[in-house]
């Protein structure tokens, strides 16, 4: 037996991956999520890259376009809603893919931490 060079985290007991593994909406479970969505849409691995709203510091946000499918990141990093300018984008047919919020909608305004993807 090997002795552990770190601590046991206290809350060892409510933070693991058994409590993980029950809740839809965890981390772990978000995580999984966004490997899926990676596998499935080739165009986040092959398609352009393009960064949107490049002046806003709260914001980080880009296309990715392949054979006329663009999907739209948005990721807000701060702690207070942050609008992204998304002029040039039209999102007549946006569609949410993935949302860290339950109520996730189309749009290029975000909550605090909010991260989007959306199908264009």
Same mark, same amino acid.
């Given at each position: 037996?090997v002795? *552990?060079?770190? +601590? %046991?985290? *206290?809350?060892?007991?409510? @933070?693991? %991956?058994?409590?993980?593994?029950k809740? *839809?909406?965890?981390?772990?479970?978000?995580?999984? +999520?966004? @490997?899926?969505?990676?596998?499935k849409e080739?165009?986040?691995i092959?398609?352009?890259?393009?960064? %949107?709203?490049? #002046?806003?510091?709260s914001?980080f946000?880009?296309?990715?376009?392949?054979? /006329?499918?663009?999907?739209?990141?948005l990721?807000?990093f701060?702690? @207070?809603?942050?609008? %992204?300018?998304? #002029? /040039?984008?039209?999102?007549?047919k946006a +569609?949410v893919?993935?949302g860290?919020?339950?109520?996730?909608?189309?749009?290029?305004q975000?909550? *605090?931490? #909010?991260?989007?993807v959306?199908?264009l």
């Amino acid at each position: 037996a090997v002795k *552990p060079w770190l +601590k %046991v985290n *206290p809350n060892y007991t409510s @933070v693991n %991956v058994a409590a993980q593994e029950k809740d *839809p909406n965890s981390v772990l479970n978000y995580f999984r +999520k966004m @490997v899926q969505l990676r596998k499935k849409e080739r165009t986040l691995i092959y398609g352009d890259f393009k960064l %949107v709203d490049a #002046e806003n510091s709260s914001i980080f946000a880009y296309t990715r376009s392949l054979e /006329g499918r663009t999907i739209l990141v948005l990721l807000n990093f701060k702690a @207070v809603e942050a609008k %992204v300018n998304t #002029e /040039g984008l039209d999102f007549s047919k946006a +569609k949410v893919l993935l949302g860290n919020y339950p109520d996730a909608k189309a749009s290029n305004q975000l909550k *605090p931490y #909010e991260a989007l993807v959306l199908s264009l």
